[in-house]
């Protein structure tokens, strides 16, 4: 049975930041991180599909993480948050990640994994990428293949 998970782009990630020999600051404080949420748009989301080879999808207002067995057809979805608006000596304690769905089917198990090279979230929708746009093939279409890019699993 196919398995899919379909995730909004409105995501949140939430850090607890101990702000060291920072006086205004001092002590541990939360920060949340959310589109629209206070001024912040730093949130960049692509998925990538196992039929799309060197297309991009960065345009869609969600990504798609899902499954297919039986035909072996996969989407992933990647995000990541840019402009992190923390003190230089600031130390992330912990960190929480909150993705909200819009459709699922099936009883889906999701996996994150830390992704150690940097991606771009382009701007198709399902056209072929422009150099250094995020496909299935690579992390920079023509220019770094998923091959020679470190994941931490």
């Not at 929480?96 to 699922?104: M, R």
């Amino acid at each position: 049975m196919p398995l899919s998970l379909s995730l909004s782009a409105i995501t949140l990630l939430t850090l607890i930041v101990a702000a060291l020999s920072v006086p205004m600051f001092a002590g541990t404080y939360t920060v949340v991180f959310q589109d629209g949420r206070l001024g912040y748009g730093g949130t960049r989301d692509v998925y990538i599909a196992s039929n799309g080879g060197d297309a991009n999808i960065g345009v869609q207002d969600c990504f798609m993480a899902r499954r297919n067995p039986q035909t072996g057809f996969e989407q992933r979805g990647l995000v990541k948050f840019t402009d992190l608006d923390l003190p230089a000596n600031a130390k992330v304690v912990s960190s929480e990640l909150s993705l909200f769905t819009k459709e699922i089917k099936g009883s889906p198990t999701l996996a994150a994994h830390g992704l150690l090279k940097d991606f771009v979230e382009g701007t198709k929708n399902y056209q072929y990428a422009d150099a250094g746009e995020t496909t299935w093939n690579a992390v920079r279409h023509g220019q770094q293949p998923w091959a020679d890019a470190d994941i931490d699993s």
